[in-house]
Structure formats: structure tokens, C-alpha cells
């Protein structure tokens, strides 16, 4: 886990973020999401670290797939809230329906981009 720059925001393991207040958390894939959620529970975001911020909203956007729960470290293809991971989306797409959990494009132009990128590579 590590600091994000926003107040009582971290990044997880998995690439995630997470908030954390007293007794109270959220989780969310990506940073947008994630201060909806604090905003919509009427919790506090601020930016305590403009620098670090900033960063951190770079990572986040760097690792935005288009696919949903999907982001990328490294050369694996990771599926967040499971050990599920692969160097081809292929295969990992065919092991997250195997495994009953959903495979969602979330952003068409993105997903496309990122699957012909990943083609590419085993040809």
C-alpha cells in the first residue's frame, strides 16, 4: 500500500485505491471512481500532495485498460479480487468466464487498442 498524494487515499497491491477514514473505507479501481464514492458518502477529498497527486493520477491513467477489474503489471495481465493472471488477455479472458466472474469491456476504443497491442505480441 502507498500514499496517493490525496487525503487518507491509498494504492493497493492489485493497483486499486482505497480510502480509509476511522472505521470507515471505500475501494474502487480507479481514482474518478473512487471520489465518487468518498463525495457521495459525504466524506472529505482533498489533495495533501499536489506532486504525488498528480502522479498518481498518471498511474492511474496509464493502467486503464478498458476492460472491467483488469490492469496490467509488469508483463502479467492481472484480473482485480482474484489470483487470476496471464501474459496474453486471451487467456486471461477465457480463465475469468471459466471462473464465473465477468468480463466486461468498459471502454470500447481502449480495450480494442490494448487487445490488438497484446495480439501482437504472440504472432
Known amino acids: 500500500m502507498k500514499f496517493s498524494g490525496f487525503m487518507n487515499v491509498y494504492q493497493m497491491d492489485d493497483l486499486s485505491w482505497k480510502y480509509i477514514f476511522g472505521e470507515k473505507s471505500h475501494e474502487a479501481g480507479n481514482l474518478k471512481d473512487l471520489e465518487f464514492l468518498v463525495r457521495m458518502h459525504g466524506l472529505k477529498w482533498s489533495v495533501l500532495d499536489?506532486?504525488?497527486?498528480?502522479?498518481?493520477?498518471?498511474?492511474?491513467?496509464?493502467?486503464?485498460?478498458?476492460?472491467?477489474?483488469?490492469?496490467?503489471?509488469?508483463?502479467?495481465?492481472?484480473?482485480?479480487?482474484?489470483?487470476?493472471?496471464?501474459?496474453?488477455?486471451?487467456?486471461?479472458?477465457r480463465n475469468v468466464e471459466k471462473s464465473g466472474l465477468e468480463w466486461k469491456e468498459i471502454d470500447r476504443d481502449l480495450a480494442y487498442k490494448n487487445w490488438k497491442l497484446d495480439l501482437r505480441k504472440f504472432s
Open 50 to 93: 499536489r506532486d504525488l497527486a498528480q502522479k498518481s493520477l498518471e498511474e492511474d491513467k496509464a493502467n486503464y485498460t478498458g476492460f472491467l477489474n483488469v490492469y496490467r503489471k509488469g508483463e502479467f495481465w492481472y484480473y482485480r479480487g482474484s489470483d487470476l493472471k496471464s501474459h496474453s488477455l486471451q487467456t486471461l479472458k
